[in-house]
């Protein structure tokens, strides 16, 4: 991407970015298509393609981890203990508050359901406030519901567990595999969960056999796992390309992934798979962020490099908006849905 | 992604049992005002409370690593923590990290040479560890993790020095060297020691320790070892060769790594006029340049390693086989 003109970048033609001044830690989209980025400083910027952003304080302190909230709005988990609610306003209202422990992950479903997990402990949260708080062996590396929000998967040490939401008796499923795990996805039919591990593999659980499925050769960590709209690949980060595992076909087991947009020696630190096409953007170590189809391979540049590694990237649920944010507060929106 | 290396963070790890003091040199470190801001990452079973604006409680979760083996580890909570904390960068200048009494550093050790989010972030500064005089000498006998916290020391605050005779105080001195000659031992009463001499050292640079001669103890080689963990250092004078040396060592730390603590490094490979600074924790091993050699200064390559049943005769002739021939 070193030869590509400022001008060939879509965010030059179709979008906008302002500097923050925090760790951006979530670009996260409310079901209703509103952007929020939030900070490592507090805030939450609400921002749009027009107009001023709204800067509001969340948090005492820095925001672990954000999400959508159930219908509209944003979740954020902050290192000040609480877990609060942003409406789309931008009024606040704490949820919970876990007493300074740090709210490591948030996640919600539309259904009515909000989870946090607070070190060892996973808080289900409805509507109304606290439903049941679900235990682990060892702190929690990463939550996910599926599509339906009936089950929650968290990661910890020496694997996952499975939840419903629903049963009157907790007791997870346990999809075992040594080593530490943190980053998990659901498959959006519900019938793989996959995670990231502290050594530089995936590992994979195919829910209806229990078959394991090992995805290694990473040269780094891998932070981000998206996938694709129908299931069919799941993106990932951590390699010098996108790196993309086929869940079609007998795979992953035993196919080599799809490799797209490398070649330039910088890290890819975030994937996000549209919510429609198979198209995944990717987010790299020097601040470059792109677009790649998956059919054909083709590039097409979204964000120049700004020196600072992407740390958040997301497609609005529409699928028309891309907005990323990067590690030094840098945050951007691009539309793609409007005609340059 | 070079360009946040020059911003990384120092880490102080503070080890030592319940009782040694410990929390008294935290909160002195916290309390007095030298300018500087820390975020404090304590165990759950701390002794007091300690006052911080950003204080993390932690669960010391020991994770072993995929490879089966039970000296490799890493503390999982701590890349956790700080992986959050370097998402505040500019809130605060340093790290200090304090264990629970009974813990093996290793691990804590370990997670700042495998992590690379704490590697990219982060720098080991020191591991200090606070020990009583009047009663380190009885744990040294029964119990492995104290021998192993003087083993990965780089200061030890020899604390308590009121409750000790002179004689009580070279004696514990003396079975300190022989476990790890190489620390540097300071004495206090009430953990009284100068704040900048455990805090900011940047003792755990190579460079720095190795340049320092150690205090061997005059005929360490024929005395009767106190305790299991000892250590043992080779110099050599022809350059080395990279590959050899590189096969010697990775296969020694394959075998042997469960029992090396700690082995550290300084190398002159033949036909490099840089020098090479090589360490490792148990099998987990780090390494490199520190910048070139003044012309005309001896080119003298030393090794060292603190640990468990180490053959010295047999370590000597590996690492004299890896000079270059001629
Ligand atoms: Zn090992």
Request: overall charge negative; glycine content about 10%.
């Amino acid at each position: 991407m070193a030869d590509v003109a400022e001008s060939d970048f879509l965010l030059a033609t179709r979008g906008r970015a302002e500097e923050l001044g925090a760790w951006v830690v979530g670009a996260v989209f409310d079901a209703r298509n509103a952007l929020a980025f939030a900070l490592a400083d507090g805030t939450l910027h609400l921002a749009g393609t027009t107009g001023d952003w709204k800067p509001v304080t969340a948090h005492d302190g820095a925001i672990l981890s954000a999400s959508a909230d159930m219908q509209e709005g944003w979740l954020t988990g902050g290192d000040d203990g609480k877990l609060m609610r942003t409406a789309p306003d931008g009024a606040t209202t704490t949820l919970a508050d876990y007493k300074g422990k740090w709210v490591d992950h948030v996640a919600a479903h539309e259904s009515g359901l909000r989870a946090a997990a607070v070190g060892k402990a996973l808080h289900l949260l409805g509507p109304g406030g606290p439903l049941k708080t679900l235990a682990h062996p060892s702190s929690v590396g990463g939550i996910a519901f599926d599509t339906k929000g009936k089950r929650i998967a968290a990661s910890h040490y020496n694997g996952a567990s499975l939840w419903f939401v629903g049963a009157k008796e907790d007791k997870p499923r346990s999809l075992e595999w040594k080593g530490s795990h943190h980053a998990i996805a659901f498959s959006p039919d519900g019938t793989h969960v996959v995670t990231a591990m502290q050594e530089p593999s995936l590992h994979g659980w195919r829910l209806t056999d229990g078959q394991h499925m090992r995805m290694s050769g990473y040269p780094g960590k891998t932070r981000s796992l998206s996938f694709t709209a129908r299931g069919r690949w799941l993106a990932t980060s951590g390699a010098e390309s996108i790196v993309l595992w086929p869940f079609f076909g007998g795979g992953p087991m035993g196919k080599a992934p799809t490799e797209l947009a490398g070649g330039d020696a910088v890290f890819c630190t975030a994937v996000a798979c549209h919510p429609q096409h198979e198209v995944v953007a990717a987010g790299f170590g020097d601040g470059l962020v792109l677009i790649a189809e998956i059919g054909s391979g083709k590039v097409v540049p979204v964000a120049p490099p700004s020196g600072s590694p992407v740390s958040a990237l997301s497609w609005s649920p529409n699928g028309a908006l891309l907005a990323f944010g990067t590690e030094a507060g840098r945050a951007g929106i691009i539309d793609l849905a409007r005609r340059p | 992604m070079s360009q946040t290396q020059d911003a990384q963070i120092p880490v102080t790890v503070l080890t030592g049992y319940l009782g040694a003091g410990k929390t008294t040199l935290l909160n002195r470190i916290l309390s007095e005002n030298h300018g500087r801001k820390f975020a404090v990452v304590i165990n759950e079973f701390g002794e007091l409370g300690v006052d911080n604006d950003l204080v993390v409680d932690a669960d010391e979760e020991v994770f072993e690593m995929n490879n089966g083996c039970i000296c490799c580890t890493v503390r999982g909570d701590l890349i956790r923590i700080i992986s959050g904390l370097m998402k505040r960068k500019g809130r605060f200048d340093g790290i200090i990290v304090e264990t629970t009494g009974l813990a093996d550093p290793a691990p804590v050790a370990q997670t700042f040479f495998v992590d690379e989010d704490v590697k990219r972030a982060t720098k080991l500064d020191a591991i200090v560890t606070v020990v009583d005089a009047k009663h380190l000498p009885a744990r040294l006998k029964d119990s492995s993790e104290a021998q192993e916290q003087i083993a990965f020391a780089d200061i030890i605050v020899l604390n308590k020095m009121d409750l000790v005779s002179a004689d009580e105080a070279a004696e514990v001195e003396r079975l300190i060297k022989q476990i790890n000659p190489y620390a540097e031992i300071r004495r206090a009463t009430k953990s009284d020691v100068p704040l900048d001499s455990v805090i900011g050292r940047d003792a755990f640079n190579l460079a720095r320790i190795l340049e320092k001669e150690p205090d061997f103890l005059s005929g360490e080689d024929h005395h009767e070892h106190d305790s299991e963990v000892n250590s043992v250092s080779f110099e050599v004078a022809k350059p080395i060769d990279a590959e050899k040396f590189n096969a010697w060592i990775s296969q020694l730390l394959q075998t042997k790594g469960q029992d090396l603590l700690r082995t550290k490094g300084i190398l002159y490979y033949a036909g490099d006029s840089r020098r090479f600074a090589f360490q490792a924790v148990h099998m987990i091993a780090d390494g490199d340049y520190i910048g070139e050699v003044k012309e005309g200064d001896p080119r003298k390559s030393k090794i060292v390693f603190i640990g468990r049943d180490l053959n010295r005769p047999q370590l000597r002739r590996g690492f004299e086989a890896c000079q270059v021939e001629g």
